[in-house]
Each structure stands twice: as C-alpha cells, then as structure tokens.
C-alpha cells in the first residue's frame, strides 16, 4: 500500500511527464529520474528559502505592529487617567466655585446691611445738625449730653464707614478668585477636550494598526502553510531520491557519499560525521558482526568463522525479543543472522546489527520513523536504512547542530549512552576520521 508521501511523488512524476517534453515518467532509467527530481527538488529548496524569507519579514511586520499597538495601548490608558484626573479637577473646581459664589452673596447682603445700618446712622446725625439750639437747650437738661451723643454717632459713622470699606474689599478679592477659579476651570476643560482629541487620535491609530496586523497574521499563516506544502513536497522527492540511490552490500565512499548527502537533507547530519561514525562502527558495512546468537535464553551464541562458543552475543533480557521479531519480519535465519561479538575490553553484550551496529531494542525505537520515511519495511542490514538510522540517532542528541562539541557528544552517545571520559577515545576517533573525509568529499566534490 502506497503511503501518503510516495503518492505526491508519484503525482509529481505524472504532473512533470505532462510539463517536460523529454520526460518519459515511469519508463525512464533510475538515475534519469533521480536527476530530474534533484533538479526539482532545488527549486524547490529554492522556494523554501524565499518562503522562509518572507516569513521573516512578515514576522517582524508583526513584531513592529504589535509594539506599536502597544505603545498606542499605554499612550490611551495614560490620556484616560489624565481625563479622568482632569475631570476630578474640574469637579472640585466648580465646588470651589460655587463655595466662592455663595461667599459673594453672603458678602453683598452684608454690604447691603451695613449700607443701611450706615444711612440710618447718617440721618441720625443729620436730623442733629438741623435741631435748633433752643431745641437742644429745651430738649437736654446738659449741653454735655448733647455733644457726646453727636460724637457716639460720629465714631460709630467712621466705624461703619471702615467695616463697609473691608467688606467691599471682601468682595473684590471673592470676585477674583471666583474669576481666576473660572479661567482655571476653562482651561481643564479646554485641556479634556485636547486630551479627548488625542484619546480619539490614538484609538483610531490604534483600529488601523489591528487592521494591519490581521492582514498581516492572515499573510504569515498563508505563507506558512505555503512553505509547509512545498516542505512536504519536497521531503517526497527526498524520499524519492533516496530510493533510487541503489547500493550493493558494501557500497564504495562514492556510493556511501551519495546516501550521506540525500540523508543530510532529511536529518540535517553533516555526511563527514555520518560516513565517520559508520566507518568506526563497521567500516561503512564491510564489518556487520563476526556472530551468531544460538540460545535465546541465556543470550549465548558462537563465534561465525570457527563456531567457537561464546557468552554475552546478545542481552536476553533486553534484545533477544526485538531480535526475534525483527529477523522473523524480514524472513532472516536468527540463528544464522550475523551480529556483532562482545568486546571484552568495554565489557557488556554484543548483539549489535548492521551497518550501524544498532542493537535490537534501539532499533525498534527508530523502526517506526524510518518506514515513515522510506514507506517501507526498516531493514537494520540495508545500507539505506542502517545510514538513516544512525542519522537520525545523531539527530536526536544534537549532531545537525553541525559544531564539533555537539558532533563529538552525539558520538559519544551513539558508542555509549552517555558522554564519559572512559570512552572519550571513541569520540575523538570519529571526529578525527570525519576531518579526514571532509577532504576527501571535499575532493570528490571537485573532481566530480
């Protein structure tokens, strides 16, 4: 049954058998289909950068609007608390305002008053200067009498004369605060109406820039999901290609390179360090073990070329279960099925299969990914899949990082598990073979 991806390569080959002239689709030799299909699959490599690129763009387009929408945010928040501040200060104003008014009015009644008070007080004096003396001398038993009551009234006329003085000066001075609190107040409203303005300003900013940046987002989603259908295009064609690449049992470092470089492409591990690890392993698949396991139940077997028993093949209790399943999937002898010995110097079970010396229970672990790559069954003795394997191993502990500390440690990892000294020989063995076969593709590249 063919999977999902090997049907987009398939329709890609029918869709360029209609677009090339020259393309004979299926009919055409494996290594004239896997040229075309390079040659597609840099375009649209090609298409993924630009996509990439525009994604970045637009994805600063979004940064930027959004920090302005931001910025638009706390601007309009901080003019609400100055309106409202304002607002406050207009309130209290007018209660001053009014307070003031109503100190006009008490202050006007008590002008009022005292301007009568006065008047009377000023007839009074008048209605004594017009008495005759006769009238005085008839009316007050003492002249004294008559003169200190002239001067009460006197005294108490310039004393009404002075309050009623202050208190229109109470009055001016309430008319002009009751003056400057209005223009005080004129200019907070004037300055609500400026901050309204502004508020209003901002918020209409604030719609233009939503409006942008949800084109914007509506741009980033289409052009990721654009830049995820080419990806997915092109991972058909990678898979494709890796399909057409055919290899004997122990393929040349041409061959090898060939499978390296497609598999860089889908597990981004660099060829050098692939080819490395698996020289270190098996000498590229010249090596894939010197034993056969016999007891299942104690994990013992002998030795291939001389039937030599030995102990510790393969660990029962782990691998001999996947082993098992995984010889009988692939129509294998286990019993006559090559793996790799125990080496007493690092101690511990042998059992390791292949060219990339993966042991059973491992290999299971990457089963699943490789057949979702290749659509086909994992084979731990296939040259292809050994090589995607121990990629995608490395993958996993950080190897496509592409640095030598990240290089050496999933290395170190692949032999061991873990990054310690005690096999740091390991680690420093395949980063030095990786250096050598850097120059040597190096080379191939040119002279190729």
Do not use: H
């Not at 637009?58 to 409202?84: H, P, R, V």
Request: hydrophobic content about 35%.
């Amino acid at each position: 049954m063919l999977t999902r991806i090997f049907k987009i390569v398939l329709l890609s080959t029918l869709l360029l058998a209609l677009v090339l002239p020259n393309f004979q689709g299926l009919a055409m030799s494996p290594q004239e289909e896997r040229e075309v299909l390079e040659k597609e699959l840099e375009a649209l490599e090609e298409q993924i950068a630009r996509y990439e690129k525009d994604i970045s763009k637009t994805q600063q387009e979004k940064s930027t609007l959004q920090n302005q929408i931001y910025i638009l945010k706390q601007q309009i928040g901080k003019l609400n608390l100055q309106i409202y501040q304002s607002n406050v200060m207009i309130e209290e104003l007018g209660l001053q305002i009014n307070d003031t008014q109503t100190s006009i009015e008490e202050t006007s009644l008590k002008i009022a008053d005292s301007r009568e008070k006065l008047s009377s007080i000023l007839r009074s004096i008048y209605e004594e200067d017009q008495r005759s003396l006769v009238e005085i001398l008839l009316a007050e038993p003492d002249l004294s009498a008559f003169f200190d009551n002239l001067v009460a009234l006197e005294t108490l006329n310039g004393k009404n004369q002075e309050l009623l003085e202050n208190i229109k000066n109470l009055k001016s001075y309430l008319e002009g605060e009751k003056q400057a609190l209005d223009s005080e107040k004129e200019d907070f409203e004037r300055l609500v109406e400026i901050q309204t303005l502004q508020k209003q300003e901002n918020e209409a900013a604030k719609e233009d820039k939503d409006y942008y940046l949800q084109l914007t987002e509506d741009q980033y989603q289409k052009y990721l999901s654009e830049k995820e259908a080419v990806e997915e295009k092109a991972s058909g064609i990678r898979t494709r290609i890796f399909e057409l690449i055919g290899v004997p049992e122990a393929p040349t470092f041409g061959e090898a390179y060939e499978i390296a470089k497609s598999i860089e492409k889908i597990t981004g591990v660099r060829p050098a360090l692939l080819l490395a690890v698996l020289t270190q392993e098996s000498n590229i698949g010249k090596n894939v073990g010197q034993c056969y396991l016999k007891d299942p139940k104690t994990g013992d077997g002998v030795v291939a070329y001389n039937g030599q028993k030995i102990s510790k093949v393969m660990k029962p209790s782990r691998d001999v279960q996947p082993f098992l399943a995984i010889t009988k999937a692939l129509g294998r002898d286990p019993y006559n099925t090559p793996v790799s010995c125990p080496i007493p110097s690092v101690g511990g079970y042998g059992g390791a299969m292949g060219p990339a010396q993966f042991i059973p229970s491992t290999w299971m672990i990457y089963k699943d990914k490789i057949e979702k790559i290749t659509g086909e069954a994992a084979d731990p003795w296939s040259i292809k899949d050994s090589f995607l394997a121990a990629a995608l191993y490395l993958t996993d502990y950080g190897a496509a990082q592409q640095t030598y500390n990240a290089e050496w440690k999933a290395a170190m990892i692949y032999f061991s598990g873990t990054t310690s000294t005690r096999y740091r020989f390991y680690g420093d063995s395949v980063m030095a073979i990786a250096k050598n076969l850097a120059k040597d593709i190096e080379t191939l590249e040119k002279a190729g």
